[in-house]
């Protein structure tokens, strides 16, 4: 079993829409929660972070970390054809800058 | 401010040769480290750099290796390629040395593709 499950999808929507994007985790010892975007030929980049526990929003997006059920979430809202990417979630191990990453869900935004 | 640069872009090889790749990080941060993403497998750590010392390693074979130089620049070298290292060979730096940072501080590059034929 994977550390950090994800559902790679692929997830289609229509724009405006609400995008519910998932992870699960096994490790107790997870802190911090990551949520990456990856386009096509390029690298992550960070879109949202969290500390245990809560919800945080920045602007469409909000992510939500459930420690007792272990559950990550991504939300986000109107989405737009240029969120088409994929979502990565991740979670730290050990507190190095080493990242535990899910499969990533590849969602795909049509006008 | 200039992102974390990896060269080249692309690279075709045959099984059984040696391939090294670069990473130039963002100025100031003295941490890089290095994934590989595959369809199959996603993403995973490779090994982590800071002042020249190799900090952490992942669960790869000893064919996978790196080193850091002064200036904070990274390589990472694979021996006797297989097909199986066929991938995307990510590079990401950050400011907070090991154990210091949450990974919102980490960078990654646009990556090196590398295709063993």
């Known amino acids: 079993q994977k550390e950090v499950e994800q559902d790679p999808g692929p997830l289609s929507v229509p724009e405006g829409a609400i995008v519910s994007l998932n992870c699960t985790y096994s490790?107790?010892?997870?802190?911090?929660f990551m949520w990456y975007r990856q386009y096509s030929r390029k690298g992550p980049e960070l879109l949202m972070y969290?500390?245990?526990?809560g919800n945080k929003e920045d602007g469409r997006f909000t992510a939500q970390v459930d420690k007792s059920s272990k559950y990550i979430s991504l939300f986000i809202r109107d989405s737009q054809p240029s969120d088409s990417a994929t979502y990565l979630c991740?979670?730290?191990?050990?507190?190095?800058?080493?990242?535990?990453f899910g499969a990533g869900t590849r969602l795909a935004v049509h006008p | 401010k200039a992102g974390v640069t990896q060269t080249p872009r692309y690279l075709i090889k045959t099984r059984g040769q040696q391939v090294t790749l670069s990473c130039s990080p963002i100025s100031g941060h003295r941490s890089v480290s290095w994934y590989q993403q595959t369809p199959g497998q996603g993403l995973q750590f490779l090994f982590e750099?800071?002042?020249?010392?190799?900090?952490n390693k992942g669960n790869f074979p000893g064919r996978f290796s790196g080193r850091q130089f002064s200036n904070s620049r990274s390589e990472m070298n694979v021996s006797t390629l297989e097909l199986g290292d066929s991938a995307l060979y990510l590079c990401a730096s950050s400011s907070a040395p090991p154990g210091q940072g949450g990974g919102e501080k980490l960078f990654f590059g646009s990556g090196t593709q590398l295709s063993v034929l």
């Open positions: 991740a979670s730290i191990n050990g507190g190095y800058n080493k990242l535990i």
């Open positions: 969290t500390y245990s526990s």
């Open positions: 490790n107790s010892a997870f802190q911090y």
């Open positions: 750099y800071f002042s020249e010392t190799q900090r």
